[in-house]
């Protein structure tokens, strides 16, 4: 049986306004440890390493419903210096490749 995960797709944008020489995409990292903190929690699992995939960085969440899968993706759509236009892939750990479930734009709206 397929594992429900969701994919989360990040634009693949520079931080504007950065010094000369620096790591173009800090929020890659921040998005990284936000998501270990709730995997620690016990919230949602870290299905894999995020990757680059056409123009975005694809984050990998599982471990939970898809409610709890979607409210995580929407908190990583809010972070500071996460690139606009974030948006969530609900698939399986059996799909062929990225991006071909639903579409969620994030953030969610509030409830």
Known sequence: MP???????VPLLP???LPEGTYPFP????IEDFLCDLE????????D???EHE???VFFVTGAGEEELL???SQVATLPAVPAG????????EAEEFGLGRHIALPLPAV
């Open 40 to 47: 620690e929690q016990g919230d949602v699992e870290v299905f």
């Open 27 to 30: 929020w890659i990292e921040e």
């Open 71 to 73: 409210a995580a993706a």
């Open 55 to 57: 123009d975005a960085y």
């Open 3 to 9: 594992t429900m995960v969701v994919e989360i797709h």
């Open 49 to 51: 390493d995020g990757e």
């Open 15 to 17: 931080t504007p306004n």
């Open 86 to 93: 974030t948006f969530a892939v609900v698939s399986d750990d």
